[in-house]
């Protein structure tokens, strides 16, 4: 019998089955795409996430990011990192380091998508296969997680994201957000004569319409567009619990908050980490209480930003007071690297 059955393999679900792989049980993934999976995201790695990745034998090449900068017309404000940097580093070239790695440890993927869920006193049979456990980890809008009744309530707050990358030579080594009363545009130095631009807005509009909300931003990448635009939402997602008998939500599946404080691939890879951890030890109930620890932080900062954001009275002035009050805003960088 499988001892740990993966639905998706995004970064969360992969670095699952290298943990799981790691730890000699047999885990198998189910993904209906082929890799590498490019998905509409920032693209940046806090340097706790580029630690992690280390940590489970993955490399990732990229763009030193040594800090956070805010930006909202002629006023910045900015934090370094204290200690490594992180990674700006195109979402495939991610996908493909961790596919590669979960392949040298044996990890199978299997092509298809995860159905329906049937549990037993000890088993978990979903998509034709039978395991031990099973570890969600299928992404935002989680089918696993609908299936199960575990989708929490709708929230009022329904932010998206769109993504696009651009020909152009990375002038900072600095993750610029740039603020506007419409939303945020962050932009992620990638290397190679390359940029990501993520717009995060409330308003479903165009992705042109949302980066002439940013004009001194628009005039630097104006001709400079390649590749597609992705988008990604409604972006804050509820679970009622990250655990329904055998099967434990990890990454995006287990809950999301926002992509305000980039932190996506860092938790990501610490939630899968204790899930599987979990499993190992054979106390698969502590899950919940570690999946809380490990982003208590990041939903409470990331919450409060978010809150302040989307009042019109306050977003104006959230890049004015990190100006003003640089040792807040550099303690609140950290806390979240």
Known sequence: MIDVLIAGGGPAGLAAAIRTAALGMEAVVVEPRTAPVDKACGEGI????????????????????????????????????????????????????LYTRAVELGVRIVPGKVGEVRQGHDRVTACGLTARWLIAADGLHSPVRRGLGLDGPVSAVRRYGLRRHYRVAPWTEFVEVHWSRHGEAYVTPLGDGLVGVAVLSGERRAYESHLASF?????????????????????????????????LLVGDAAGYVDALTGEGVALAVATAG???????SGRPQDYPARWDRLTRRHRLLTGGLLDLAGRPATARMIVPAAHRVPALFRAAVRALQ
């Open 46 to 97: 806090m340097p706790s996430g580029v630690a992690a990745l280390r940590a489970l034998g993955v490399e990732v090449s990229g763009h030193p990011l040594r800090g956070i900068r805010y930006v909202e017309g002629s006023q910045q404000a900015e934090a370094a990192f204290r200690g490594p940097p992180g990674l700006g580093v195109r979402r495939t070239v991610l996908h493909a380091a």
């Open 215 to 247: 004009p001194r931003l628009a005039a630097v990448l104006l001709g400079r567009d390649t590749g597609p635009v992705r988008g990604a939402g409604p972006l804050r997602q509820r679970a009622r619990a990250r655990q329904a008998g055998r099967v």
């Open 274 to 280: 204790a899930a599987v951890d979990s499993l190992a």
